[in-house]
């Protein structure tokens, strides 16, 4: 198979999200599929390079710094990955699209499932779900303005995933 992997987070920047598509991407790779990964730039690290035979697309992203994205590093990496994720699938045949977040990430499935008809996977790692951070303001209203976009999104993935049994719970609630 030929899988996408969109994460804001990729080595060498960001937290477990980032190691986790890392590891991710590695065993699909060894497991014999060929493995694309969007993600954010930050610093002088290549446009496009070769990662242990994973393919790593780097778009621009305003980030706070190597390990925090930020509201802003997000919604600009959103903004860069529309075109380079356009061009992906364009140029390979991809058959699925694993989005790590569901939001922000996951805003993208809008046009990779909806417009061209790819199914995708949403990995809800916490942040993404609604009442996991009740003490941030920001987060609880971004949460509230994003609900119809987030139900869509997660209804329309072929499967979606929690790290643990206490997310899922919150995210079926």
Do not use: Q
């Not at 030929?2 to 890392?22: D, H, M, Q, W």
């Not at 390979?92 to 996951?106: A, K, M, N, Q, W």
């Not at 999104?153 to 499967?159: E, F, H, Q």
Request: charged share 20%.
């Amino acid at each position: 198979m030929k899988i996408l992997i969109a994460n804001y987070e990729f080595p060498p920047y960001g937290g477990g999200a980032s190691k986790v598509s890392y590891e991710l991407a590695r065993t699909l790779v060894a497991s014999g599929h060929e493995v694309h990964v969007l993600t954010s730039r930050f610093g002088d690290v290549p446009k496009v390079e070769s990662i242990d035979g994973i393919t790593v697309h780097r778009v621009w992203s305003w980030r706070k710094g190597v390990h925090d994205c930020g509201l802003r590093g997000a919604f600009t990496y959103l903004l860069s990955a529309l075109p380079r994720l356009r061009h992906i699938l364009n140029t390979e045949s991809i058959d699925v699209v694993h989005y790590f977040f569901g939001l922000p990430t996951g805003l993208l499935s809008l046009y990779s499932n909806n417009i061209r008809g790819v199914p995708y996977i949403i990995s809800l790692r916490g942040s993404d779900v609604p009442l996991y951070d009740l003490d941030s303001r920001k987060l609880v209203f971004m949460h509230w303005l994003t609900r119809p976009i987030s139900r869509h999104i997660w209804r329309r993935a072929s499967k979606v995933i929690a790290v643990s049994g206490g997310l899922r719970e919150l995210a079926t609630a």
